[in-house]
DNA sequence: GTGGTCTAGACCACA
DNA sequence: GTGGTCTAGACCACC
């Protein structure tokens, strides 16, 4: 079964930690396609948390086009994943590298450094159990 | 002079744009040790924003040891940026690393556009006018 | 034979989904005035949902005269559609035309658009009296 | 000022109404871009409802990119109201004008007098730069 | 059983 | 002052 792992002391929302993490599942394979996440109710037991902060999170993600939820049976992940036009997506890459490599600079890390990190993060949503195809 | 930019539409929080951005430019070197930042009231006038919210951004950025906030004098770029421990910086690195990863393949994107984006990046630090040394 | 068409990632609900469609058929004539429904046994079978969710598609559209259902005997298009009185018919267009309209504008398409879409979904109605499934 | 009128009988979900009539308002100019809405607080009081219900309805407007909401200072009708796609347009302009074509039909309608209304309604939009309330 | 909406009220973050 | 998040608990709609 799924782990999650909340930390009320970051600052992050609860809702978006959730978030992110179902992402990185979706992301490696971890969930596939059609597979069903945990109820509402069950997961808001699990983890201790208000089952209206996974309504949050789970809508949130419905809306993004990452999971599918139908009323009355519960939430799925997306048979097709939503893939962004190249530009939209340059940009955004583009966002979130300037601000890892300013990061990874101020703390003083060497480039090769932050390049070896991001390889690393690559290979482990690639490396891992289920059919990610190595997408180039 | 130094130039800023603030976006009010990404919902990223003015006083956060403004740390990022001055991180940058010590990142780059378009800042360097000793240099001064300008006064908070003549930066809140050429933007258009409340003199608290420079507030918060210089006291997040002093409190972070990027800046030195010296009381009636100004904030001045501090002379010895924070190196963080090895570990640490490792942990944080894999952290971002993970997130754009994620994020990068959630939109679509190809490992190699990922990692070129950070390279980008990584390369606009270097590039710039002043002289920081491309740590390897 | 009927052929209807559920679509789970709209979030309507899929009873309203068959009503529509029925709706649909009957309005276009393609299901005319005796002619019977499937049974619900059979049309759960055939769309692969639960047979209670037909049961109040079936349910509702009695309710609303525009099939009677006959206990023991299956369901059959009613003899007689419901006419509403001109006053309400008028109120009722007026609140689906003002949704059409302003959802027309917010999408950015002009009158001529929006007044040629109804158009053709009037001669739609008229055209054929065999089924092409409504996609609505 | 802005009125709005919420019926809670109707089965809409009031964060929809909401969205709804403010989408109303744009949409016929008497909300204009960059005008601001009223507070949530100010308006869950005038409305009697709970602020969260506001919160969702500014919220997934704000999604749809038609208001802008600024932490801490408000929420404003956004300056570029979103532009969809012609062919998306097509498609979502068939679904809605289906829908009315069969309920016209349904009740009796003739087709000029389903299309006078949304002419009507068109006209509506365009003429008045004054709220007339919505009614949907 | 499932998800969706709403309330009452608390506390935090932003400008 | 503004909006954002979370809780506890109720009730409804869908399948």
Redesign the interface.
């Known amino acids: 079964m799924l782990h999650f792992q909340l930390n009320v002391h970051t600052g992050v929302p609860v809702y978006r930690q959730l978030m992110?993490q179902i992402?990185?599942y979706?992301?490696s394979g971890a969930l596939a396609a059609g597979d069903a996440l945990p109820s509402i109710r069950e997961l808001a037991r699990a983890l201790a948390v208000n089952p209206t902060t996974i309504v949050k999170a789970y809508g949130e993600l419905g809306?993004e086009g990452?999971i599918?939820?139908?009323?009355g049976r519960g939430a799925f992940v997306a048979e097709l994943?939503?893939?962004?036009p190249a530009a939209?997506?340059?940009e955004?890459?583009?966002v979130?590298?300037?601000?890892?490599?300013?990061?990874?600079?101020?703390?003083?890390?060497?480039?090769?450094?932050?390049?070896d990190?991001?390889?690393?993060?690559?290979a482990?949503?690639?490396g891992s159990n289920h059919p990610t195809p190595?997408?180039?």
């Open positions: 992110d992402r990185h979706v992301a809306h990452v599918d939820i139908r009323h994943q939503p893939v962004w939209r997506r340059r955004r890459l583009q979130l590298a300037s601000q890892l490599a300013v990061e990874a600079r101020q703390m003083g890390a060497s480039d090769p450094e932050a390049l990190a991001l390889r690393g993060a690559l482990e949503l690639n190595p997408n180039s």
